[in-house]
Nanobody
Framework: VQLVESGGGLVQPGGSLRLSCAASGFTFSSYVMSWYRQVPGKECELVAAITRAGDGKNYSGSVKGRFTISRDNAKNTVYLQMNSLKPEDTAVYYC?????????WGQGTQVTVSS
């Protein structure tokens, strides 16, 4: 089982990034997919989640209206489009797959928002 995130990096405030998470080794379409983020010294925060078919999405209040989660079950990939980025969005972003208590995590990708 692998979840491999990509797309992180350094961006100026107001900029955009798109994170990708490529999955392998399990039946991707059977899993709810989520993005979490963590800042050192703080609790891990659920950023966004998407249902198995992609027809339901939830966002944390801090990113609603700026971030969009999507998935392509044919490509076994989940995305997080991040717009209007703020310095407080700086964190390591993790991809998560969850189904009936079975949970997988990616290794994380750093997003830094700074001028």
């Amino acid at each position: 089982v692998q979840l491999v995130e990509s797309g992180g990096g350094l961006v100026q405030p107001g900029g955009s990034l798109r994170l990708s998470c490529a999955a392998s080794g399990f039946t991707f379409s059977s899993y709810v997919m989520s993005w979490y983020r963590q800042v050192p010294g703080k609790e891990c925060e659920l950023v966004a989640a998407i249902t198995r078919a992609g027809d339901g999405k939830n966002y944390s209040g801090s990113v609603k209206g700026r971030f969009t989660i999507s998935r392509d079950n044919a490509k076994n990939t989940v995305y997080l489009q991040m717009n209007s980025l703020k310095p407080e969005d700086t964190a390591v972003y993790y991809c998560n797959a969850n189904t009936y208590g079975r949970v997988y995590w990616g290794q994380g990708t750093q997003v830094t928002v700074s001028s």
